[in-house]
């Protein structure tokens, strides 16, 4: 994987060459601007990838607002819905809920799991089909949200 170019930090992309790694500088740029800035910023191989999930993501929430959040690429419906980022030794889909993901163990049990994150590699990354049907659960959690807020 060729991730291992990409690390975020703070906000602040940092892109380290092979010889600013041994000589231990780096080059740091400015914070993306949008999602197109932040996949430019991200190795080939990784971004292919990521491209591919912005996809999936925009083909299950059309309506959604694309937005940089916290460094990240994010969309919004009705709140956060998900993220996903590069970072040095994996990718990862943030759900962006905290209790999420224990809704959701079983479809998830063969990636690692943070509270509200997913992290894979390029050599396994996640099925289409595993991220639509993760991003329409989320949709639905925001929309039943809105409805008990409303109600309220």
Wanted: hydrophobic share 40%; proline share 5%.
């Amino acid at each position: 994987m060729n991730c291992k170019a990409f690390i975020l930090r703070d906000k602040i992309r940092v892109y380290m060459t092979k010889e600013s790694a041994e000589r231990g500088t780096v080059k740091k740029m400015a914070p993306a601007k949008d999602i197109d800035d932040y996949l430019a910023a991200v190795p080939k191989d990784a971004r292919a990838f990521l491209e591919e999930l912005r996809r999936t993501i925009r083909a299950v929430a059309p309506e959604a607002v694309e937005v940089i959040s916290y460094g990240i690429p994010t969309f919004k419906y009705l709140g956060p819905l998900v993220g996903f980022g590069a970072f040095k030794h994996h990718c990862s889909l943030f759900v962006l809920s905290g209790t999420f993901l224990d809704k959701h163990r079983d479809e998830v049990k063969d990636y690692e799991t943070a509270k509200s994150a997913i992290h894979f590699r390029i050599d396994k990354p996640l099925p289409a089909a595993l991220v639509k049907k993760l991003v329409l659960a989320r949709v639905m959690e925001n929309e039943e949200r809105e409805r008990s807020r409303k109600k309220g």
